[in-house]
T-cell receptor
Framework: EAGVAQSPRYKIIEKRQSVAFWCNPISGHATLYWYQQILGQGPKLLIQ????????DSQLPKDRFSAERLKGVDSTLKIQPAKLEDSAVYLCASSARDRAQETQYFGPGTRLLVL | SQKIEQNSEALNIQEGKTATLTCNYT??????LQWYRQDPGRGPVFLLLIRENEKEKRKERLKVTFDTTLKQSLFHITASQPADSATYLC????????????FGKGTHLIIQP
């Protein structure tokens, strides 16, 4: 079974530029999450999708971050404009949403450096 | 506000010994708690889940306990090996529809041969 795919793996941009990250979850997983992991910290939830609807985006900085999950499969996370403090690893995760299994499967992440 | 505390400093353990990692939390009533392993440059990998009504879970050399009165979980690796060296993350889940995890900072475990 293929895991969660993310691209690109690395991205370097200058502040005020825009950037987009892509995630393809495990086939059949209805729930998709985006997390931000700053160096030395644990992952922080940004947004959760159930199919193509948003379940929780309370920690998403909506003035600069946006995310979508068209057709309930792939997802894109965008930052516009980027700030220095956005430098982090952006992790995508998916889960099957089976009530007996809340395990989340993480992708390798996209490492973003904002200069 | 919700707070999860894990030993922020590295934990050095001699090979063959039992490694014990601690996760304490405040201002939270989780439905379940999970432990993940994270290697450098990789995403977290699920290890164990324990629910609020469970005291202990085991999987091979791993054991996790959950004390909702103390608001603490202990994660044990018995017969530790150098390959167990990694960062271990504690994560709390509230259950229900919005079940994004709240993670601690993680503990960096080093198993020395």
């Amino acid at each position: 079974e293929a895991g969660v795919a993310q691209s690109p793996r690395y991205k370097i941009i200058e502040k005020r530029q825009s950037v987009a990250f892509w995630c393809n979850p495990i086939s059949g997983h209805a729930t998709l999450y985006w997390y931000q992991q700053i160096l030395g910290q644990g992952p922080k939830l940004l947004i959760q999708f159930q199919n193509n609807g948003v379940v929780d985006d309370s920690q998403l900085p909506k003035d600069r971050f946006s995310a979508e999950r068209l057709k309930g499969v792939d997802s894109t996370l965008k930052i516009q404009p980027a700030k220095l403090e956005d430098s982090a690893v952006y992790l995508c995760a998916s889960s099957a949403r089976d009530r007996a299994q809340e395990t989340q499967y993480f992708g390798p992440g996209t490492r973003l450096l904002v200069l | 506000s919700q707070k999860i505390e894990q030993n922020s400093e590295a934990l050095n353990i001699q090979e063959g010994k039992t490694a014990t990692l601690t996760c304490n939390y405040t201002n939270y009533s989780p439905a379940y708690l999970q432990w993940y392993r994270q290697d450098p440059g990789r995403g977290p990998v699920f290890l164990l889940l324990i629910r609020e009504n469970e005291k202990e879970k085991r999987k091979e050399r791993l054991k996790v306990t959950f004390d909702t009165t103390l608001k603490q979980s202990l994660f044990h690796i018995t017969a530790s090996q150098p390959a167990d060296s990694a960062t271990y993350l504690c994560a709390l889940g509230s259950g229900g529809g919005a079940d994004g995890l709240t993670f601690g900072k993680g503990t960096h475990l080093i198993i020395q041969p």
